[in-house]
């Protein structure tokens, strides 16, 4: 989370991003009421104010963590030379998330000063892509952050049905939903080693296109298949 505000304090502060920020993490449902009317001078200097207030939040909570780290100066095991290939990729792919999503927030400030519904639906879309970048990134971080502490992968799960309510999440997020797993998806497709994790995939997009039906937004998309 705070990595994802001090992105947006020090970007171009799209007020359609910084909503669905709050939307997120924020706890006051009359502000989430009041930002979802729209921007005008009040509400942005508001989102702002609010913003700052949980970014200050989280910043509290981490910084007895880092002088922990500093004063113990250990080295990251995931950073060295023998650590495991599964915490190898899963840094090169947190890095990548990150990289993605700050280029679309850098994108969102070329189409702030444009305000027809065109541009609010690719600004909506860029808020819903940064937003599934981050839900990405925390398991990545989860994965190597456990190594550095126990020296091991984390035991091995089975992959089961997720009880997802996909009917009680908001369009929105299910078409970021889709697209994130079809962006992965194009990543896996000719990698052996991905078969079961390109699997799960496929088979959560197929339930999310289910449940939006005409409200599914990515048509020209054909998600790749496996061969028996």
């Given at each position: 989370m705070q990595e994802l505000i001090k992105i947006w304090l020090n970007g171009p502060q799209d007020y359609q991003l910084g909503v669905e920020i709050y939307n997120r993490f924020g706890d006051n449902s009359f502000?989430?009421?009041?930002?979802?009317?729209?921007?005008?001078?009040?509400?942005?200097?508001?989102?702002?104010?609010?913003?700052?207030?949980?970014?200050?939040?989280?910043?509290?909570?981490?910084?007895?963590?880092?002088?922990?780290?500093?004063?113990?100066?250990?080295p990251k095991r995931s950073e060295q030379k023998d650590a495991p290939v599964e915490v190898t990729e899963a840094i090169k792919q947190r890095k990548q998330l990150y990289f993605e999503a700050r280029d679309a927030h850098s994108q969102l400030k070329a189409l702030r000063s444009i305000n027809d519904d065109e541009t609010k639906e690719k600004r909506r879309q860029k808020a819903a892509l940064i937003l599934g970048d981050f839900d990405a990134i925390k398991p990545l971080w989860d994965l190597t952050n456990h190594y550095d502490e126990f020296g091991k992968l984390p035991e091995a799960k089975v992959i089961t049905e997720e009880k997802k309510e996909y009917s009680m999440m908001p369009e929105k997020d299910l078409n970021a939903l889709w697209e994130k797993n079809y962006k992965y998806a194009q990543k896996w497709k000719n990698d052996i080693s991905k078969t079961e994790q390109l699997k799960a995939r496929i088979e959560e997009n197929n339930k999310i296109k289910t449940v939006l039906g005409d409200a599914f937004l990515y048509t020209k998309h054909r998600m790749p298949t496996i061969s028996a």
């Open positions: 502000l989430k009421n009041m930002f979802a009317e729209g921007e005008d001078e009040y509400n942005s200097e508001r989102l702002l104010e609010e913003l700052k207030k949980l970014y200050s939040k989280t910043d509290e909570l981490i910084k007895p963590q880092i002088v922990a780290k500093t004063i113990q100066e250990i």
